[in-house]
Nanobody, 118 residues
Framework: QVQLVESGGGLVQAGGSLRLSCAASGSIGTIGAMGWYRQAPGKQRELVAAITSGGSTNYADSVKGRFTISRDNAKNTAYLQMNSLKPEDTAVYYC????????????WGRGAQVTVSS
């Protein structure tokens, strides 16, 4: 069974840093892209950052210059380095993985809570 496990969340003061990790295991095959989404209370889930197998990245405007996504293809693991954290970054962060074709599935982790205090 495919499983995505996030780790590294927690409580941090504004201006601090956290690094999230997402490890994919099981018969997921070759992962084409991995990403991080987040959802704050009362808000829609939004894409934070994504990275393709070729290394192309995409970031939400709200995190550009502060967050960095990376991946270790050999370990099927993605990372999100979060610097200069703001209270507005408080949310549950979800890992997402999209296998390459012919897989028709996408996979999600259960989420990691990130809380940034003012």
């Amino acid at each position: 069974q495919v499983q995505l496990v996030e780790s590294g969340g927690g409580l941090v003061q504004a201006g601090g840093s956290l690094r999230l990790s997402c490890a994919a295991s099981g018969s997921i095959g070759t992962i084409g892209a991995m990403g991080w989404y987040r959802q704050a209370p009362g808000k829609q889930r939004e894409l934070v950052a994504a990275i393709t197998s070729g290394g192309s990245t995409n970031y939400a405007d709200s995190v550009k210059g502060r967050f960095t996504i990376s991946r270790d293809n050999a370990k099927n693991t993605a990372y999100l380095q979060m610097n200069s954290l703001k209270p507005e970054d408080t949310a549950v962060y979800y890992c997402n993985a999209v296998p390459r074709a012919p897989s028709p599935y996408t996979y999600w982790g259960r989420g990691a809570q990130v809380t940034v205090s003012s």
